[in-house]
């Protein structure tokens, strides 16, 4: 089975230039037709020149890029492509931090990348908690502020009243259009708003 080498490009907008990446890849040996390339955000894995390099992509393949944040921008999705290429037998290089992710450095910087990862994630997820916590302890509870009802009572008794639009009931009330309709069924259905 032949490897092939392939290269990725990225820059996060139209206006930006892919000359400087595209110079590297091709002293490191990536051919023009081997060269992929996306002019957006590297927040999303919904690339074309991404999706077209995925599909090219075969066991014993290269891959190499000008650094990592050009093959994505969070480490999760990072960490992602590179243990979907490894499973699939395809090697990452990156070259601006001069990481080859199938030698036994490159799979131990991996490990670490993944177990900040998992950290930072549980960071934000117990900061979120500790949020939660301290805002109930001081009575407040989450989600909105419940509508009104006086303010809904008005705003079914013009939309009954059929001479007024949704725009100028929600105008003069301040009940949203999925609040109005959402208390007209919940009338409906019960004979009683609240």
């Known amino acids: 089975?032949?490897?092939?080498?392939?290269?990725?490009?990225?820059?996060?907008?139209?206006?930006?230039?892919?000359?400087?990446?595209?110079?590297?890849?091709?002293?490191?040996?990536?051919?023009?037709?081997?060269?992929?390339?996306?002019?957006?955000?590297?927040?999303?894995?919904?690339?074309?020149?991404?999706?077209?390099?995925?599909?090219?992509?075969?066991?014993?393949?290269?891959?190499?890029?000008?650094?990592?944040?050009?093959?994505?921008?969070?480490?999760?999705?990072?960490?992602?492509?590179?243990?979907?290429?490894?499973?699939?037998?395809?090697?990452?290089?990156?070259?601006?931090?001069?990481?080859?992710?199938?030698?036994?450095?490159g799979k131990l910087i991996l490990s670490v990348m993944a177990s900040i990862s998992e950290f930072e994630r549980n960071m934000i997820r117990d900061r979120v908690k500790e949020g939660i916590a301290s805002a109930r302890s001081r009575g407040r509870v989450g989600g909105r502020k419940p509508t009104d009802k006086s303010k809904v009572v008005k705003a079914i008794k013009l939309y009954e009243s059929k001479t007024h639009s949704l725009k100028e009931i929600r105008d003069v009330t301040g009940v949203t259009e999925s609040v109005l309709y959402r208390a007209l069924r919940k009338q409906a259905s019960s004979k009683s708003i609240y």
């Open 1 to 105: 089975m032949s490897s092939e080498l392939f290269g990725y490009a990225r820059v996060s907008s139209v206006e930006q230039n892919l000359d400087r990446q595209t110079d590297e890849l091709h002293k490191n040996g990536v051919r023009d037709e081997n060269l992929f390339m996306d002019k957006m955000t590297g927040a999303t894995l919904e690339r074309p020149g991404f999706d077209a390099l995925q599909q090219r992509l075969r066991e014993g393949d290269v891959v190499i890029t000008e650094s990592l944040s050009r093959l994505s921008r969070t480490t999760t999705d990072l960490l992602n492509i590179i243990n979907d290429w490894q499973q699939r037998g395809i090697t990452y290089i990156s070259l601006k931090e001069s990481i080859d992710f199938s030698t036994s450095t």
